[in-house]
């Protein structure tokens, strides 16, 4: 299994980008998939997470009502869309999945670790400054 994260770029603040993490080698369906992100100098922050059929979802404190975790199994895609950017989200973020308990992928989203997430995929940059 591949994750092909895509969509960083640099915005100003009160912007939106749309993060995609494609999975291939397998069928996503199978897959409970999160975001993860990591700023300059921070620890590694897991902000969202998704069941593998998109009918339960979390968000991290720092990004909800601002970030949307989707997903389309028919494209093997999960997105994450960002709204209201802000400086503080200046990060590298990255996809992961496993085909493992949801309730564990979401204990590894919280704490922050790759304990219960088998996949990732190579970073993607977000930027924003004025």
């Known amino acids: 299994v591949q994750l092909q994260a895509s969509g960083g770029g640099s915005v100003q603040p009160g912007g939106s980008l749309r993060l995609s993490c494609a999975l291939s080698?397998?069928?996503?369906?199978?897959?409970?998939m999160a975001w993860f992100r990591q700023a300059p100098g921070k620890e590694r922050e897991g902000i969202s997470s998704i069941d593998s059929n998109g009918g339960g979802s979390y968000y991290a404190d720092s990004v909800k009502g601002r970030f949307t975790i989707s997903r389309d199994n028919a494209k093997n895609t999960v997105y994450l869309q960002m709204n209201s950017l802000e400086p503080e989200d200046t990060a590298v973020y990255y996809c992961a999945a496993d085909r493992g308990v949801y309730d564990l992928v979401l204990e590894s989203v919280m704490a922050g670790t790759d304990r219960y997430l088998k996949f990732w995929g190579q970073g993607t940059l977000v930027t924003v400054s004025s």
């Open positions: 080698g397998d069928t996503s369906k199978y897959y409970a």
